[in-house]
């Protein structure tokens, strides 16, 4: 049975439940994608949600309902996500006591060796 939350509350449980949370893989060089970042790695790549859909193999309310935290997602949907990121050039940055974050690749030019 699904019942109405008042938003207020809602957050709360899911701030609680960790929605959102991915933990790729069980190794320890994983790090942890939250809909914050899937949000900031679209605004630095410049791309809507749909062309990140495209690039994941994905729908488009896949992603829309990750980043707005109605769903933690699937494992293997949201590595498809992140992967579709990394490979347009976004690197994820680990909690490391500043919080979660992204950062674009920096790009080699051609002079450097």
């Known amino acids: 049975m699904?019942?109405?939350v008042c938003s207020p509350c809602k957050q709360k449980w899911l701030q609680r439940q960790h929605i959102g949370k991915l933990f790729t893989t069980s190794t320890e060089s994983d790090t942890v994608i939250t809909p914050a970042q899937s949000r900031m790695a679209r605004a630095a790549l410049q791309i809507g949600v749909r062309e990140l859909a495209d690039l994941a193999g994905v729908s488009a309310m896949t992603i829309t309902r990750f980043e707005n935290g109605h769903t933690g997602g699937?494992?293997?949907?949201?590595m498809k996500i992140r992967a579709a990121l990394e490979s347009a050039?976004?690197?994820f940055i680990a909690e490391n006591g500043g919080g979660p974050g992204v950062r674009l690749r920096k790009q080699a030019s051609d002079g450097d060796s």
């Open 89 to 91: 050039g976004v690197e």
């Open 74 to 78: 699937h494992a293997a949907t949201l």
């Open 2 to 4: 699904i019942r109405h």
